[in-house]
């Protein structure tokens, strides 16, 4: 008779009744088979035993090899469920056995459904190892709050390479959220002003209790609508979404406040005050750079005019419409005007003026005054679209590129002299900020603007060598702009302060306005006597003194004649500062040679013969030589000029130093050094020290040892 093979376990209840059911009959058949042999995994009897067929062997019986799971869903108390609605979460379950019949502990268990998007697990891989007693724990809930059907869940283990699996069916109802009374964490005690912040409470709710999400929230206000709130929601904790609300200057006066989900909605109101005017910001120019010419002296695509618009803004960064605007200038000089005086801002708050030169060279600065509800906001022109501090005396500075050039007697060389400014808090001023520059000799500027205005924090302007050349090769510099004098910030607030003052009308304004009201008494102290500031001045001899026999001239020319002294009130001036560029010229001297250290204050032009004593002939050592080289003027020679030896005879010169002119404008020249060593025997030789400029100017001097 045939074999009959055991059939798999089922891991339910009745599949498992089945099974053995079916082992038992399985047994009993191969117990009647009789001759065909006894159980298939028994050891046969010995030779000789007496038995037969099967009737002498042991009948045994088959035992389950499948792994058996078991799946259960319960609630927070314990208790079996088969359904979940809302934000309700469930705990599934499952127990697993090894084939043997023993709680499989550690093995993995996959819960999963096939019902996509109706429920999520925690965690979100849906898997467990399970304990000791074989029991694998997840949690389920529904995948929102809004959703509902039934769902299939399984548990899946794999033990000892036998898989098991049982599985439970469950119902997911709605609970749809419902929004609570509106609240504010700390209402205002009045309107909220302009630019402030409140915070919101929204409690939502889901079947009576505290939601976890707030998924579908939706929250408006008139003013939002407006483009004049905003509301957003923030963190979500035990049923209750904050939201932060930002009144940026709503107009209304009181806004209503809306939250809904789905047709769940409700309202607060909250009285929102309006914003004031923020600021007056200087749009632009009708020209690049905001260069205009002197009176007179247009065409050629140069103006003599320029358009300069402005935008009155409020708190928040919108135009405001119908505003006046009054305009002012921050100098009058030559002839300089403004017109009109007094213009109203279009709809996206714009409002413009001309400004016209004058006769005589200067920066200057528009001012443009805006009221409303008793409050005067005034901004100065610039070429940024929001005006920043003015430049303070004490930050203005002036470099140039290298202060010994090729000009004493070559034209066209050029060096770049640059002017550097920041307020008086440190920063750099504004893009835009003009510059004038005179100069002694040669020529500085640029064609289209003669000054430079500011980009970055400073501007530059080559000076070219040309004539006029003054007879020293020294040439003064001087650049100046329109800005604020020094003083003491004795309060600390970061502008200049006074306590007794007036408008221009002589009324006594509720707070003084620097630069804008007149300060009689009271005001805050100069730091030194000099920084209440004279006129500025072209120092022709570097002395700090005006002296106009000595050809000092004062710009720009402000008054009648040249004044020194302040007028003992701080406000704009002119700032200035100056530098002194050699001229220096293409041929060299030596005005002073040393030899091993001792000097003698003897001149040598190009082409003389200098002895060498001791370089060549008896008791012959090497000499150490210094030579201080001048131009015709006693000053340094070019910046770039190399200093070298040349065509060397019986004579070995090295380390002549320096080799190359640096930056230098010292009266008296520079000094170079160098060693020569004479022959072995002895011989007489020579050499020439060898001067060339940037231009291939040579000097040459020959020196010779006997």
């Not at 000076?463 to 329109?482: E, I, K, M, S």
Request: proline residues 6%.
């Amino acid at each position: 008779m045939q074999h009959i093979p055991t059939r798999t376990v089922r891991t339910s209840t009745a599949a498992f009744q089945r099974t053995a059911a079916l082992t038992l009959i399985a047994a009993a058949v191969l117990s009647a088979c009789g001759g065909g042999g006894g159980d298939p995994g028994a050891v046969p009897a010995a030779s000789g035993s007496g038995g037969t067929g099967g009737t002498g062997g042991t009948v045994t019986t088959p035992v389950a090899t499948d792994t058996k799971v078991s799946l259960v869903m319960v609630d927070g108390s314990g208790n079996t469920v088969t359904s979940l609605s809302g934000g309700q979460a469930g705990t599934l379950k499952a127990t697993v056995l090894t084939p043997a019949g023993k709680p499989a502990a550690g093995a993995i268990v996959q819960f999963a459904t096939t019902t996509q998007g109706l429920v999520s697990f925690t965690p979100e891989t849906g898997s467990a190892l399970t304990d000791a007693n074989g029991v694998a724990v997840v949690t389920i809930k529904p995948a929102s709050y809004t959703v509902s059907g039934a769902a299939a869940v399984s548990a899946t283990s794999v033990v000892e390479g036998k898989t098991g699996s049982a599985s439970v069916n469950m119902a997911i109802g709605a609970a749809p959220l419902t929004v609570g009374t509106l609240a504010f964490v700390e209402p205002p005690k009045a309107s909220l002003p302009a630019f402030s912040t409140l915070a919101l409470n929204i409690p939502v709710s889901s079947a009576g209790k505290p939601a976890t999400e707030s998924t579908g929230l939706a929250l408006s206000s008139l003013c939002v609508g407006d483009g004049t709130a905003t509301l957003v929601p923030s963190g979500m904790s035990n049923g209750v979404q904050v939201a932060t609300y930002t009144n940026n200057g709503c107009t209304r006066g009181r806004d209503l406040i809306t939250a809904s989900i789905g047709n769940s909605s409700q309202t607060i109101a909250l009285d929102v005050s309006a914003a004031n005017i923020g600021a007056v910001q200087f749009s632009g120019a009708s020209l690049t750079g905001t260069s205009i010419v002197l009176k007179g002296s247009g065409g050629q695509g140069r103006s003599e005019s320029a358009q300069l618009t402005f935008r009155v803004v409020d708190q928040q960064g919108k135009g405001l419409a119908g505003v006046d605007v009054d305009f002012s200038t921050t100098t009058s000089i030559g002839g300089l005007a403004v017109s009109p005086a007094r213009a109203t801002t279009d709809a996206s708050g714009n409002v413009s003026t001309m400004v016209s030169s004058g006769t005589i060279p200067t920066p200057v600065r528009v001012l443009a005054s805006a009221s409303r509800n008793g409050a005067t906001i005034t901004g100065l022109s610039d070429t940024l679209i929001v005006s920043t501090g003015l430049p303070i005396q004490r930050a203005m500075s002036m470099s140039a590129e290298h202060y010994n050039v090729e000009g004493g007697n070559v034209d066209g060389t050029r060096v770049k002299i640059t002017v550097r400014m920041a307020d008086q808090y440190g920063n750099p001023v504004s893009d835009g900020t003009a510059v004038n520059f005179v100069t002694e000799g040669g020529a500085v500027g640029t064609p289209a603007q003669g000054g430079c205005v500011t980009d970055g924090d400073g501007c530059t302007v080559e000076l070219v060598t040309q004539n006029f050349r003054p007879a020293d090769g020294r040439v003064t510099v001087l650049a100046y702009a329109q800005g604020i004098e020094n003083f003491v910030d004795l309060n600390g607030d970061g502008q200049y302060s006074c306590t007794n003052y007036v408008d221009a009308s002589g009324k006594v304004p509720a707070v003084y306005r620097p630069l804008v009201d007149t300060c009689v008494s009271g005001g805050e102290p100069f730091p030194v006597p000099g920084d209440d500031m004279g006129d500025p001045f072209l120092d022709t001899q570097g002395d700090g003194v005006y002296n106009a026999l000595a050809g000092d001239r004062p710009f720009p020319y402000g008054h009648a004649s040249y004044t020194a002294a302040g007028d003992g009130k701080w406000g704009l001036n002119y700032l200035r500062s100056s530098i002194e560029v050699v001229f220096s010229g293409s041929y060299a001297r030596i005005t002073e040679l040393c030899r091993n250290g001792a000097c003698a204050n003897t001149v040598y032009t190009a082409g003389a013969t200098i002895p060498v004593p001791g370089a060549a002939g008896a008791s012959c050592a090497p000499q150490q030589l210094a030579v201080r080289l001048t131009d015709d003027n006693n000053n340094p020679l070019p910046f770039g000029t190399t200093v070298s030896v040349v065509s060397a005879n019986k004579l070995s010169v090295a380390g002549v130093s320096p080799a190359v002119l640096t930056s230098t404008r010292s009266s008296g020249g520079t000094v170079h050094q160098f060693t020569v060593t004479p022959d072995a025997s002895c011989a007489p030789g020579d050499f020439s020290l060898q001067t060339k400029t940037p231009t291939g100017k040579i000097t040459e001097f020959k020196f010779t040892a006997n």
